[in-house]
């Protein structure tokens, strides 16, 4: 039979080839899109509602102590050939301000999202690869904080190390005139894994962290090279210090906060209570020149984050606009259902 | 200077036969054929020299350059080089593969065995190793290898018999003669060897009916032409074997330079892409000097005070240049709003649904085993566009297979079946036919449904006798008997084939013929015939007649004829019968049947005597022989007497009228373009319903000057009103255009048309065209097809379709926007020259309007969502760069860049190009007005692209803004800092993904099994590969490649972030299916409607759907139908074409069976009819 041949040309019949594949085949149809838009906005206010009200309970304290008025009390900081200058910002709480209590410090009109700041770093580097100490890869990403005038290379190289924040700050409850410290928690304010694997140490050369730095000088704004930056702690040095942890995680607008200190031990575990405080700054950070600010913010979280209005407001505005939406179209659908059933 | 000669363009070409060292000299390409384009080594440099010739990949090249270039490079080089090799590779896989196949094509054309006569032997060769000046054999159904000049046959005369199928479609044979002084060589291998004559002949050309030279062989020149070449393509047929002297070789046969290289079609939609990419293109400079100049300004207002921390050797030159680099950068990092996948992956779904088009099962004809196939993958959208058809008739249309329907007899008829109430019934596969089992030679292929007719011929009623008789004798059919009673008729027209197996059939079979004689088995006796005269056929007298003597020594003249001219001859007895017959031949017409009448009269031997002597003397005049003939044939086909009248169906193809009803309803415009007759075409017309008796007018236009031309074309325009329906028309809206207005048909005829399509009439003809419903050209020349599909092309800038089976259609098929072909047939010229090709005409309803809507439909819904979503990806970048001191600073980690486009999202928008099916076939054929948005072009155009583009624009702001406004104050449920650049990409990237996902989803109307997978299984890669490289593990190994370690799993694992994420999400969607949703319930598309209803129908269960019936109604009057040449009357009286030779070789048996013949009785007659013919 000629039945051979011919079937081997036949197309198979299988669903794939015949285009019969089994679908869900949904249509956006009022029974669907109506209650869908009515449930997405009620629960989008719900949300909000949560959202707003929660925030509303977040506490913040937030003072900007840049010193550009001259009735400021950092104002005489701002003078460039004052070095080491300290000022003091008072302030009172009328209430308790709910532990944990949270310390930043805020910069704004700050570029840390500039491209060329972004790259200015040496990844190999700060894995505590001592290669890359004295060579860098790629070898101009660090440049112009690459090597010092005396061509020593410099170590953590780069325009983000150099240009850490250096601005200290001290806490004190004014009790009856006299100063009480409030203790800050420094420890663990940086990412995890930041401090555990994406940041390493060099091996230390004979117990000393110091040594595994020879041959190399420090950027050129610290005051002191990476091995002694917490003179108090001395785990607390080198590229796992966390203020530079916290500091080399670039901020992706140029107005940013970053976390200084935690505020969780002895009497102000449950918070700071209602009363004045002074906050000694050591001020050495220059922002006035590209316009900058500097502030320092107190906060307590919840189970969102810090104080946000804009995403509880936010799903409230899409939330009613998804409500009123499905009154919208249910006025359309029933009057384009009308006129249809005028026309049958 | 024989070098020089070689080098130099070819002038005249020399071969000498046996002499291979001679004509190497000129160094003609020698036998082997190379069509493909690469070799192993070659495949490198050359496939990426022709890819980066693309626009797109020389774009990314120079992008791959520029990120290179440290000062500016924002993004590293894999961002770019990862989708650009990917994209080469995919391209170089297809090409790779299709060259593959050419090289094995070519290999196996190469290594076909011909037999050469080298050093005075036969050797058996490959196709390849023949050279120019070979000799070679060619045997009977053999492939002629390159082109030859045939010096000797097997056949007398040097004759010998050729298909040229392959080559201009043409299936009939024709016939090549040697010249004499070569024709006897024969088959002598010592005498083929010792040949050495010079051929000095034309360059290599690419005209197929042409050839020019001559032949120098021993001091003599011989002139020679076209009728004694042998062509590579054709096929030796009848001709026990032959010599040909190789002329042109390989690729300079006629057939190789015909194969030039098609014109590259392009679909609308592929020259509007490119169009749009360059749109792109410009988009993407204005915002890179936005951005450069918004650099400048920053630098010189803030970053210049930034000099704290910012000290960079290029700010210390100047802003400018800041910002000319930033230009650059922006470029960079902004390339991918020019889709770089998009080339590939629009190839990928037309190769894709090309396959859909050859798996096609209801597009397989099983009778002859012809799968539909998409011959070209680049067109397929445009199916979906189709305005206008042209198609050829004869087999395209028609089955060019003509079967003898009715006839009338002495004023009876025959052929229609009745009921046992005498009412007529439908004739079906069903109906029994009539057992013709009485006759060992019937042709089994025949049908026959009315009894009573083989009743009458058993009854031996004379007239009914004669009838048959006359059509058994009066034809130019030449016999083939193969084995004993196994008749092949090779019939000029397929109409004289119909007639002539109709005899066989009812007992009168024509067996052989001799250039004297004609035997027929009259009810099983052999009976021959002395045939004395074939008064041959021709367009003026459109009859042809032959006389006879009979057994009995009676002489005969039989005639058929068109019934106007044949009518007029009659003798005048034959009045009643006349009006008999001619009312049955209206009855036939009328149901589009061709007609041709039938008569005889009986000679007397005198008379005839005489005019025979007339005869021979006007054969032999020197000027007006023809009309001197017409003159004495119109002489004695007077005072006939009438037989009656046959009808022979055209055989439509299966499906034909239901299909052009379905194609108009679509509002597709079918032209018909035949080379047919205008009676021939009109009844095709008629029984198509294209057509139809309730039609306002049918203008016909068959002007000779263009005088009158213009003159019909105005007249129809302007007294029928057309005008004013046009003006009507245009003022109405298009909702009321299908509402059907006052139907016209247009015909024109061929000389008409010349004049017609001159530039100054051509508009009045499209405009009069284009309000007809139906349009039928008839007696049109290839070329002709050509100019009427340009000049719609040129006019209406609607997309064109033409369909033909053969040769005569390739120009047609050439220059419409598409190609179709009918396979299946035995010519192969149009199918070759085609861009899909299907056995049957009604598949074109399937591939128009289901293929072609849904191709149609998901390359606008794919281009939509592709650029959508390259916009909302990209210009994230753009918004970006007003925060970041415009620096060129990515939102996004770098390997979600070089992965977003090829790896994240990918997938499920080519399964949505793929799979989609906003309707299913069913309810696409049922409502042909779902065409309808593929021809108005409105599902993706500029205006489309706009929607979508600034759809993207919004998405990306809204991607962006969100998170920026939640993010400005953020910080970790631990107090931990969380505005971070990477936590800030991390929640943008995860953003986007979810929502093109979504968007993708929305725009799916068929999730199959595969879009399920690749939409869920693109969000589960996403991550999955988000966390690994985000991973401790990665980083540790490539710590500069992944600095993003970490972020992933601190941002994800944040509340807020997933409520960005989510906000951002729907603030995107619940915009768009609002729209969507508003616009479908106010402004619902044909498309919405019946989704609706098909959804309705689906919860219901499946119905019975009434499939819908075309009557066709008509009373046309039809006309007569002939081939349109000269008959073969002369070769067969000059027994040219016998194998009965004249002469001594008796060693050929006799080819006809002589029983009943007495050789010697026509001897006389014999002489006389040599006489005539010199």
Redesign the interface.
């Given at each position: 039979m000629k039945n051979e041949g011919k079937s081997a040309q036949r197309p198979d019949n299988t669903a794939f080839t015949q285009q019969r594949l089994p679908a869900w085949q949904p249509i956006l149809s009022a029974g669907i899109v109506i209650p869908g838009f009515l449930i997405i906005g009620l629960a989008f206010i719900g949300i909000g509602i949560g959202l707003f009200l929660t925030s509303q309970t977040i506490q913040v304290q937030e003072m900007d102590y840049t010193g550009v008025e001259k009735d400021s009390p950092c104002f005489r900081c701002t003078i460039p050939s004052n070095l080491n200058c300290t000022c003091e910002v008072t302030f009172s709480l009328s209430t308790l301000f709910t532990g944990p209590v949270f310390f930043y410090y805020g910069l704004s009109n700050y570029y840390q999202n500039f491209r060329r700041y972004g790259v200015s770093k040496d990844y190999n580097q700060l894995t505590g690869d001592t290669r890359y100490f004295k060579s860098r890869s790629p070898e101009e990403d660090c440049s112009p904080y690459s090597y010092d005038s005396n061509n020593n290379p410099i170590v953590p190289c780069g325009a983000i190390a150099n240009s850490i924040f250096n601005d200290t700050f001290e806490l004190y409850q004014i009790i009856n005139g006299t100063k009480k410290q409030v203790p800050l928690d420094g420890r663990g304010i940086s990412w995890w894994t930041d401090y555990n694997i994406k940041y390493r140490n060099p091996s230390p050369v004979n117990g000393s962290l110091a040594k595994a730095f020879d041959g190399t000088v420090k950027p050129i704004n610290w005051p002191r090279p990476a091995y002694e930056l917490d003179l108090t702690d001395p785990n607390n040095n080198g590229f796992l210090n966390q203020d530079f942890l916290v500091w080399m995680r670039r901020a992706a607008l140029p107005q940013f906060r970053k976390l200084y200190r935690r505020i969780t031990d002895g009497d102000y575990a449950a918070g700071l209570p209602a009363g004045n405080y002074s906050l000694t700054v050591h001020y050495n950070y220059p922002v006035l020149s590209f316009d900058g600010r500097k502030k320092v913010v107190f906060s307590n979280v919840s189970w969102m984050g810090g104080k946000n209005n804009f995403l509880g407001l936010a799903y409230l505005v899409v939330g009613s606009l998804c409500v009123v939406m499905s009154v919208v179209m249910l006025v359309v659908y029933a009057k384009f259902k009308f006129s249809d059933d005028d026309d049958a | 200077t024989k070098l020089n000669f070689s080098s130099a363009l070819e002038e005249e070409r020399h071969v000498r036969a046996n002499d291979r060292d001679y004509n190497e000299r000129f160094s003609y390409a020698d036998n082997r054929i190379k069509t493909a384009k690469y070799n192993v080594f070659t495949f490198l440099p050359i496939n990426l020299f022709e890819q980066f010739q693309r626009f797109a990949n020389a774009y990314f090249l120079v992008l791959l350059i520029l990120q290179l270039i440290?000062e500016i490079s924002?993004l590293s080089w894999f961002t770019t080089i990862v989708p650009l090799v990917l994209v080469l590779a995919i391209t170089a896989v297809k090409d790779a593969t299709d060259d593959y196949f050419r090289h094995k094509s070519d290999q196996q054309v190469n290594t076909r065995q011909s037999q050469v006569l080298i050093k005075g032997k036969l050797q058996n060769e490959k196709w390849m190793n023949v050279r120019v000046g070979d000799i070679i054999k060619l045997e009977n159904n053999q492939f002629v290898a390159a082109d030859l000049l045939l010096l000797s046959s097997s056949e007398p005369y040097g004759l010998c018999y050729i298909e040229t199928a392959e080559l201009d479609g043409e299936t009939n044979l024709k016939v090549r003669q040697a010249l004499t002084v070569t024709s006897d060589l024969g088959d002598d291998v010592a005498k083929l060897a010792d040949f050495s004559g010079e051929v000095i002949c034309e360059p290599p050309n690419n005209k197929l009916d042409k050839f020019t030279g001559t032949l120098c062989w021993k001091d003599n020149k011989y002139s020679l032409d076209n009728e004694k070449m042998l062509l590579r393509g054709c096929v030796l047929r009848n001709t026990e074997w032959c010599f040909g002297l190789v002329i042109f070789a390989g690729l300079q046969t006629k057939l190789m330079q015909n194969c030039g290289r098609t014109k590259f079609k392009r679909t609308s939609i592929d020259k509007l892409m490119n169009t749009l990419v360059l749109w792109i293109f410009g988009f993407l400079i204005c915002m890179g000097i936005i951005l450069a100049i918004g650099n400048t300004i920053w630098e010189q207002k803030?970053?210049s005070?930034?000099?704290?921390?910012?000290?960079?050797?290029e700010l210390t030159i100047n802003a400018v240049f800041s910002g000319f680099l930033t230009f650059w950068?922006y470029i960079i990092i902004l390339n991918t709003v020019v889709p770089i996948s998009l080339y590939v992956s629009v190839e990928v779904l037309r190769l894709g649904h090309s396959y859909?088009i050859?798996?096609?099962?209801?597009m397989?004809y099983?009778r002859k085993?012809?799968?539909a196939e998409a011959r070209t993958t680049t067109l397929n959208e445009e199916l979906g566009q189709v305005e206008f058809i042209f198609s050829d008739k004869t087999g395209t249309l028609t089955q060019n297979i003509m079967v003898f329907n009715k006839c009338s007899i002495n004023g009876k008829t025959y052929g229609d079946v009745y009921d046992e109430f005498g009412h007529k019934v439908d004739i079906t596969e069903k109906t029994p036919c009539v057992d013709f089992s009485f006759n060992p030679l019937m042709d089994r292929k025949f049908r026959f449904h009315d009894s009573s007719l083989v009743e009458a011929i058993k009854l031996e009623e004379p007239l009914v006798q004669e009838f048959f008789r006359l059509l058994a004798l009066c034809h130019t059919i030449m016999p083939e008997e193969r084995n004993e009673g196994e008749l092949v008729y090779q019939a000029q027209s397929p109409d004289e084939g119909a007639l002539v197996t109709a005899a066989r059939n009812f007992g009168f079979v024509f067996r052989s013929r001799t250039p004297e004689t004609i035997t027929l088995y009259e009810m099983g006796q052999a009976v021959t015939y002395q045939l004395l005269a074939i008064l041959d056929f021709n367009n003026v007298r459109k009859r042809m007649s032959v006389i006879v003597r009979n057994p009995k020594g009676q002489l005969k003249l039989y005639s058929k004829g068109a019934d106007t001219i044949l009518f007029d001859r009659l003798d005048p007895s034959n009045e009643e019968l006349m009006f008999t017959t001619s009312e049955h031949l209206n009855e036939f017409a009328g149901e589009g049947l061709r007609t041709l009448a039938l008569a005889y009269k009986d000679l007397d031997e005198d008379v005839f005597d005489e005019w025979m002597k007339k005869l021979l003397f006007a054969s032999t005049a020197l000027d007006n022989r023809e009309e001197k003939l017409g003159a004495l044939y119109e002489e004695i086909e007077q005072g006939m007497l009438l037989l009656g009248a046959t009808a022979i169906e055209d055989k439509l193809q299966e499906g034909v009228p239901e299909t052009i009803a379905c194609l108009t309803l679509a509002n597709i415009k079918i032209w018909v373009l035949t080379g047919d007759k205008l009676e021939t075409a009109m009844n095709i017309g008629y029984s198509c319903n294209m057509l139809r008796d309730d039609m306002n007018t049918v203008f016909i236009i068959s002007g000779h000057t263009m005088l009158e031309v213009q003159q019909e074309l105005s007249k129809d325009k302007f007294s029928s009103g057309l005008d004013m329906e046009k003006t009507e028309l245009y003022s109405s809206d298009s909702v009321f255009e299908e509402t059907i207005i006052a139907e016209y048909a247009l015909i024109i005829n061929g000389h008409s048309l010349a004049h017609a399509l001159e530039a100054d009439l051509e508009q009045i003809l499209v405009d009069v065209a284009c309000l007809c419903k139906t349009v039928i050209c008839c007696r049109v020349t290839p070329l002709q097809k050509a100019l009427v599909v340009e000049l719609i092309k040129r006019h209406k800038r609607a997309v064109t379709l033409a369909i033909g089976d053969g040769a005569n259609d390739v120009s047609m098929i050439k220059t419409a926007h598409i190609g179709v072909g009918i396979s299946g047939q035995e010519g192969m010229q149009a199918v070759l020259a085609s861009d899909y090709s299907f056995a049957q005409f009604r598949y074109l309803q399937r591939l128009l309007l289901v293929h072609g809507r849904?191709s149609y439909h998901r390359m606008c819904n794919f281009l939509c969502y592709f650029f959508y979503k390259n916009f909302a990806f990209t210009l994230v970048h753009f918004w970006?760069g007003f925060?970041?001191?415009f620096?060129?600073?990515?939102v996004y980690d770098q390997w979600f860049i070089t992965l977003f486009n090829i790896v994240y999202t990918s997938l499920p928008v080519l399964a949505m190009g793929l799979?989609d099916?906003d309707v299913n076939?069913q309810y696409s054929l049922r409502f042909p007005n779902l065409y309808r948005p593929g021809q108005l072009n409105q599902l993706f155009n500029k205006r489309k692209f706009f929607t979508c583009t600034l759809q993207g624009v919004c998405t990306s702001f809204i991607l962006f803004f969100?998170p920026?406004?939640?993010?400005?104050?953020?910080?970790?449920?631990?107090?931990?800092?969380?505005?971070?650049?990477?936590?800030?990409?991390v929640t943008i990237a995860t953003s986007l993904v979810i929502v093109v996902s979504v968007q993708i989803g929305?725009d799916t109307?068929?999730?199959?099994?595969?879009?399920h997978f690749f939409i869920w299984g693109s969000l589960a890669v996403y991550f999955a590969i988000l966390f690994a490289m985000h991973s401790?593990g990665i980083?540790?190994i490539f710590?500069?490649q992944f600095?993003f370690?970490?972020t992933a799993?601190?941002s994800l694992n944040?509340?807020?972030v997933w409520?960005?994420i989510l906000?951002t999400t729907?603030?995107c969607i619940?915009p768009m299916?609002?729209v969507?949703?508003?616009k479908?319930?106010?402004y619902p598309t044909q498309t919405d409607k019946v989704?609706?209803l098909?959804?309705a129908t689906?919860k219901q269960g499946p119905q019975e759907q009434n499939l819908r019936r075309v009557r066709r109604t008509s009373s046309r009057r039809s006309a007569y139908a002939f081939a349109h040449q000269q008959g073969y009357g002369e070769l067969i009286t000059s027994g040219k074409n016998m194998k009965v030779p004249t002469s001594s070789t008796s060693t050929y048996p006799l080819y006809s069976p002589t029983r009943g013949l007495t050789g010697t009785s026509s001897a006389s007659i014999c002489k006389c009819f040599r006489h005539q013919k010199h």
């Open positions: - | 440290p924002s803030v970053g005070d930034f000099w704290e921390y910012l000290q960079w050797k950068s859909f050859n798996w096609d099962r209801r397989y099983s085993a012809t799968p849904w970006y925060l970041c001191g620096s060129a600073q990515t799979f099916q076939e969100i920026y406004g939640a993010f400005m104050t953020a910080v970790r449920d631990d107090g931990a800092h969380i505005s971070d650049q990477q936590t800030f990409a929305l109307n068929y999730w199959t099994a595969v879009n401790d980083f540790t710590p500069n600095p370690i970490g799993r601190n944040q509340k807020i409520l960005v906000l729907v603030v619940m299916v609002a969507r949703f508003i479908a319930d106010l989704r609706l098909q959804q689906r």
